[in-house]
């Protein structure tokens, strides 16, 4: 199993950026997909998820509104959409899978290494 994101990088705030998490995984419409994040010393912030079929999805307080979460089955691919962002947002994003959509990092399955986000004030 792997989980490889990509589409990092230096914004401005208010500016937009999409991230991507490319998944090597059997059976990848079976698994609910999600998004943490962790900014410089702090802990590791729930940001959204999605479960089978898109269905089932929730999003953390401080993103709703502003970020959106889809996947694409046939590309084995899940997809953040950040809009509005804030110098906040800066943090290691990390595409995680599981059993059933989750805010909490227990019942992460699987884990990628991360991309870096970085918006500048």
């Known amino acids: 199993v792997q989980l490889v994101e990509s589409g990092g990088g230096l914004v401005q705030a208010g500016y937009s950026l999409r991230i991507s998490c490319a998944a090597t995984?059997?059976?990848?419409?079976?698994?609910?997909m999600g998004w943490f994040r962790r900014a410089p010393g702090k802990e590791r912030e729930f940001v959204a998820t999605?479960?089978?079929?898109?269905?089932?999805?929730y999003y953390g307080d401080s993103v709703k509104g502003r970020f959106i979460i889809s996947r694409d089955d046939d590309k084995n691919t899940v997809f953040l959409q950040m809009d509005n962002l804030k110098a906040e947002d800066t943090a290691i994003y990390f595409c995680?899978?599981?059993?059933?959509?989750?805010?909490?990092?227990?019942?992460?399955?699987?884990w990628g290494r991360g991309t870096q986000v970085t918006v500048s004030s």
């Open positions: 995680a899978a599981g059993g059933v959509p989750t805010s909490s990092p227990r019942h992460v399955a699987y």
């Open positions: 995984i059997p059976h990848f419409r079976t698994y609910a």
């Open positions: 999605i479960g089978r079929g898109g269905g089932s999805i």
